[in-house]
């Protein structure tokens, strides 16, 4: 079975000639970004849509990430956009969602199953909105390399194990093996605050604002710093880029030169296809700290946009798209863990995946019911991605050595306020 | 060594002098230096995604060799291997579990042995993963976006050499008050970089409705400085004569511009259909922000689907950018005598 | 019409194009001829000036306009009518600091980082750009076989896209990249190039040498053309030794390319960002942000989209750009007067 990894809108010119227009039909339009082959199977899905409701033609534009993130906000507050769109930032997007809740046959059926979901998606203040569903639920949390621990004879620390634990195992690991990395962590603030969580930070304080820098949060950030300075890890994913930039370690781990890659649930497909087995990966709990053993949740959304002119038939496609035999395909073939309550609890079958993928999403699946509260907090906080950004950039600054930690510190307390004193003017 | 031989270009002489050799090799050394990245990046569009990640990198695209053996339904992956009696074996490998593959010979399929995996060296053959290329052009609407990218630079260039040599004519024939000021205000533009000005051109191409329109592509970056300054140098050494002749038999300001000056000045106009040529179709930032709908996607931004937020299918993006290089290219070959007979005569004056 | 007519036969290629193009010409000579008719002879130019002004009216000069608004405006709307304004407040953000050559002491150190290192950057880009433009002009000068090879050659790189270019370099510096690869096979250690500040400044500068030089190269070596044989001819007979030659001969009539060189590889330099940008990310740390990044971050990829902020910086920096091409104008003026 060849893997393609897009959609395209050439095969819906193909659809569209095969399908009958016997109703004039609505024209809706879609954004959508893939990692991996998500694009091909909800192109697939769509089509299946179309033909059992040929009065309603989806358009999925697919487009880097990058526009998700940066033009796409511009276009919505420019009055232009989507009828829907695939979207990360749930709290930056909230203000442009539809609420489809009027438009539902069955607004209890979401409720039940995107409930605790939901609440990222809506605006600080509302809590009855239906702007969409989770396509995927992501986790984060740390994969490793057993062969690289099975060649320098190094046992696989517990379940319940710390981070200190699993930062000694990985270090002698490399040394034995050579590889350059023991330790790699995904640089983004919102991996690191998942483990700052754990070490004990609370991000808020008892009003619900950011109140980031705590003895939790203080005590992650010297164990990190600490790492680079011991050569747990390499200052080349950290400190190589500067700000808030993106930089995941999958290609190095894909090389069999990461012990530990602490990143999250989203890697499995691309890995399953590209590692194959030519080592053993996989998936371990988070480790634990003072705090909890947790991982931070995430994902994307697909939602609705205020500005459609279709809602009643935007309602449709979505309501299509996440009932729950649907979702349970996507989320099967594009191997995610799902955002769904029920299919949760149910179980989601993984046809195509290699054993070693059914393993690791079977571990993050687990993981999903040891997500801490303060972790939902923060991921369903609105403003949480201005704190991401400042807490990467400026922990990323001490590690390239061009600042000290007690600088950080202000500079991220000051950094947070200021960005969202201008969002609230 | 002699003046003129070294710095004019009339040189007779048959022995060659050391400079001779430094300069072949200067420039032998440029030609490593500025076309081997270039050979290295249409070399690795056809490595599979496994084999760019592994290092040291191989030069030329290499992939593992398969046999099929009876009793295995998949081709195995074969290997040296070296076993415990010192001597060396081609053998399939079946699977690897931890630490240990189980190998077997091609010729006797139904003696598998264990092999620690340290003591088997993949054989490696030449292999071009064309999928690389066909895959995302089966995929995508391909055609579309290359219509679209050549509609597009088609249009503004035609558009760009018209308008501008029209402006560079007028500010190079005649005087007239307010023709210095003209000129500092195009030259101005010069500094302003277009992603300092992105949201305000956004605003105004939403104002004017043009969103999603390839027109809101091609008009913006119609008008360039470097063009009319460039077009500005060279009529300004075109012979007055011509014109006055012309003026004297009556013929319009136009047809002076469109029969005379226009025609002189092809070399200067080869030069910025390059340029033009070549920045429309690499712009990605602007079309990017400005085109929503994937029927008026340029070809920059169809291929830029390929990064994710989190992976970057690097087998993909470099065929894609080889596939985009060619008509860049192909417009230079043929257009390239003209440069330097059109620059020549610019910056000079 | 004799004079025009001689010239039919510099007319492009084959006898279609050109009866169409004399048929286009036709056409658009009607009104043209009212016009001329109606302003008269001497105000023609504004006529032919009109279109290209448009265009820079409308996409150029009134989005600067929109700029300089934005930029005396805070908060987060897009729309300016939805923006409060605020004075002079974002350009005192920028300006709010310690001291001004200490980046860490002020608000917005990323942008003062920025400022310090498109100096330095632009300083050595600038310099090394021009010597090896100017270097290989005079190589290409000479009587070589092949001439027109090399000098594709040395363009190719200009066709390429920034992001072309960046990708290509990133590749072959990496980690695990063929020039590690070589440093390797020769014996000696893997190099982190993007880990060390000095050295991601150095291939940031170096990239961006590759990617222009050929452009400025064929500016020189055009002007290096012109200059009349005779004039070196009557040196040798002279016997005035090479160097003498260059200094007193050579150099001073290529002074106007090389001034254009200069400058035009000036305001380039101070606009960098997408090659750099995708190269090194501005990184390691923020070693090499440039000016360009900082405002695009700022007003796109921070979670607020601060559009006020980054008008702000990019006023300064056209203020800052303007006073540059000032100053090519004026020495313009002086050397044509020299």
């Known amino acids: 079975m060849k893997l393609r990894t897009l959609g395209c809108a050439g095969v819906f010119a193909l659809t569209m000639s095969m399908t009958q227009l016997a109703v004039a039909q609505t024209q809706l339009r879609m954004t959508w970004y893939s990692d991996g082959n998500e694009g091909e199977v909800i192109t697939d899905i769509i089509r299946k849509f179309e033909a059992k409701n040929p009065d309603i033609r989806v358009t999925i534009d697919q487009v880097p990430f990058k526009a998700i993130n940066e033009t796409l906000p511009v276009q919505l507050a420019a009055g232009e956009g989507p009828d829907m769109a695939r979207v990360v930032d749930l709290g930056g997007v909230s203000r442009y969602m539809l609420d489809l809740r009027p438009f539902l046959k069955d607004p209890g059926y979401w409720e039940k199953n995107f409930g605790p979901f939901l609440i990222w998606m809506r605006e600080p203040g509302n809590t009855t ?64 605050l998942g483990m700052a969580i754990s070490e004990g930070a609370k991000i808020f304080d008892a009003k619900g604002e950011p109140a980031v820098i705590d003895d939790g949060f203080k005590r992650a950030v010297e164990m990190v710093v600490g790492w680079h300075t011991s050569g747990v890890m390499s200052k080349e994913l950290w400190g190589s880029v500067s700000g808030a930039t993106y930089r995941g370690a999958n290609d190095e781990f894909k090389n069999a030169q990461v012990a530990l890659y602490m990143s999250g649930s989203w890697q499995i497909a691309q890995f399953d296809k590209t590692i194959g087995n030519a080592f053993d990966w996989v998936a371990v709990p988070n480790p634990c700290g003072p705090g909890a053993c947790t991982g931070m949740p995430g994902g994307a959304a697909l939602v609705a946009i205020k500005t459609t002119k279709n809602p009643q038939a935007v309602a449709r496609v979505m309501e299509y798209l996440s009932s729950e035999e649907v979702l349970a395909e996507f989320d099967g073939r594009a191997l995610f863990v799902p955002g769904h309550l029920g299919l949760s609890a149910k179980g989601v079958d993984y046809p195509n995946a290699s054993p070693l993928a059914k393993a690791a999403l079977g571990v993050f699946g687990k993981e999903v019911g040891k997500i801490s509260p303060a972790a939902y907090q923060l991921q369903g906080y609105t403003y949480n991605r201005i704190i991401f950004n400042a807490v990467m950039s400026r922990v990323g600054q001490v590690v390239a050595g061009e600042s000290k930690v007690d600088e950080a510190y202000k500079r991220i307390e000051s950094d947070i306020a200021q960005q969202i004193a201008e969002r609230k003017k | 060594m002699s003046v003129v031989e070294a710095l004019s270009r009339t040189r007779g002489g ?83 579990v931890g630490l240990q593959a189980q190998m077997v010979d091609p010729n006797a399929p139904d003696k598998p042995i264990n092999v620690a995996i340290g003591q088997r060296q993949p054989i490696r053959e030449l292999a071009f993963a064309t999928s690389n290329y066909t895959d995302p052009l089966r995929q995508f609407a391909f055609t579309r976006y290359l219509g679209n990218s050549v509609f597009v630079t088609i249009v503004a260039t035609i558009i760009t050499l018209l308008i501008n040599s029209m402006a560079a004519f007028a500010l190079s024939i005649y005087e007239f008050p307010g023709r210095n000021a003209a000129m500092v205000g195009i030259i101005g533009t010069l500094m302003i970089p277009i992603t300092v000005i992105l949201v305000p051109v956004y605003l105004v191409v939403t104002s004017l409705g043009l969103i999603n329109s390839l027109w809101a592509v091609i008009l913006p970056g119609a008008a360039t400085p470097t063009g009319v300054f460039l077009l500005r140098q060279y009529m300004m050494t075109l012979p007055r004569d011509l014109i006055e002749a012309a003026r004297m038999d009556k013929a319009s300001e136009w047809q002076i511009y469109a029969r005379i000056v226009l025609p002189l000045s092809l070399p200067a106009l080869a030069v910025l259909a390059i340029f033009s040529v070549m920045w429309r179709w690499n712009e990605f930032l602007w079309p990017l922000a400005v085109l929503t709908k994937s029927e008026s996607y340029t070809l920059q931004i169809g291929l830029n689907a390929f990064q994710g937020e989190l992976q970057v299918q690097w087998q993909y993006l470099l065929a894609m950018t080889v596939l985009t290089l060619i008509p860049v290219s192909l417009v230079f070959v043929f257009l390239q005598r003209f440069i330097t007979t059109g620059i020549a005569n610019t910056g000079l004056k | 019409m004799a004079a025009a007519s001689d010239h039919q036969s510099l007319d492009p290629a084959s006898g279609l194009t050109s009866g169409l193009w004399s048929a286009l010409v036709r056409l658009i000579d009607v009104p043209m001829r009212g016009v001329q008719a109606l302003i008269g002879q001497r105000n023609m130019p504004y006529m032919f000036l009109l279109p290209n002004l448009a265009f820079f009216g409308l996409f150029v000069f009134v989005p600067l306009v929109i700029d300089v608004w934005f930029s005396v405006t805070g908060g987060s709307a897009l ?79 200009v066709l390429l896209s920034p992001v072309v270019v960046a990708l290509i370099w990133k590749w072959i510096l990496q980690r695990d990249g063929l020039l590690n690869a070589g440093l390797t096979s020769l014996g000696g250690q893997k190099i982190l190039f993007f880990v060390d500040p000095s050295w991601a400044m150095f291939w940031a500068i170096f990239v961006s040498i590759w990617a222009h030089m050929g452009f400025y190269t064929l500016i020189l ?94 006023v300064v920096l056209g203020v800052v750009l303007f006073v540059l091409t000032l100053i090519q104008l004026a020495l313009t003026q002086r050397s044509k007067n020299a």
């Open chain 1, 129 to 192: 909105a239906i702007p969409g569903y989770m396509t995927q639920l992501t986790v984060t949390g740390p994969f490793v390399n057993k062969t690289l621990f099975e060649q320098a004879g190094v046992a696989l620390p517990g379940d319940k194990a710390s981070w200190d634990d699993w930062a000694k195992a990985a270090k002698q690991v490399a040394d034995k093996v050579q590889a350059p990395f023991p330790i790699a962590i995904d640089r983004s603030g919102h991996r690191f």
């Open chain 2, 14 to 96: 048959k022995r060659l002098h050391w400079t001779d050799y430094a300069a072949y090799g200067y420039l032998v050394l440029g030609v490593f230096l500025m076309f081997g990245p270039v050979v290295w990046l249409a070399l690795s569009s056809f490595k599979t995604q496994a084999s760019l990640l592994e290092f040291p990198p191989t030069l030329l695209p290499m992939s593992q060799k398969e046999a099929v053996v009876s009793g295995y339904d998949k081709p195995l992956p074969l290997f040296t291997v070296t076993l415990p009696d010192g001597s060396k074996k081609l053998m399939g490998q079946v699977r690897r």
């Open chain 3, 79 to 157: 729309f300016l009518g939805q923006r409060p304004y605020v004075g002079n407040q974002q350009y005192g953000y920028l300006f709010d600091c310690g001291s001004y050559l200490n980046p860490s002491s002020c608000r917005e150190d990323h942008f003062w980082r920025g400022v310090q290192n498109t100096l330095v950057f632009t300083f050595f880009q600038v310099t090394m750009m021009v010597l090896f433009s100017l270097l290989t002009a005079l190589v290409l000068n000479m009587k070589i076989r092949g001439r027109g090879f090399f000098r594709a050659v040395f363009f190719f790189p």
């Open chain 3, 221 to 314: 070596l055009a002007g290096l053309q012109a200059i009349p044989a005779d004039l070196y001819e009557a040196a040798e007979m002279d016997a005035t030794p090479v160097s003498r030659v260059l200094w007193r001969i050579t150099l001073p009539l290529l002074w106007p390319n090389l001034l254009v060189v200069l400058v035009l590889s000036l305001i380039k330099a101070v606009q960098t960002f997408d090659e750099v940008f995708v190269l090194t990310g501005g990184g390691p740390g923020s070693a090499t942000l440039l000016i360009v990044q900082y405002i695009y971050e700022t007003a796109f990829a921070n979670q607020v989209q601060n559009f006020g902020l980054a008008s702000a910086a990019s």
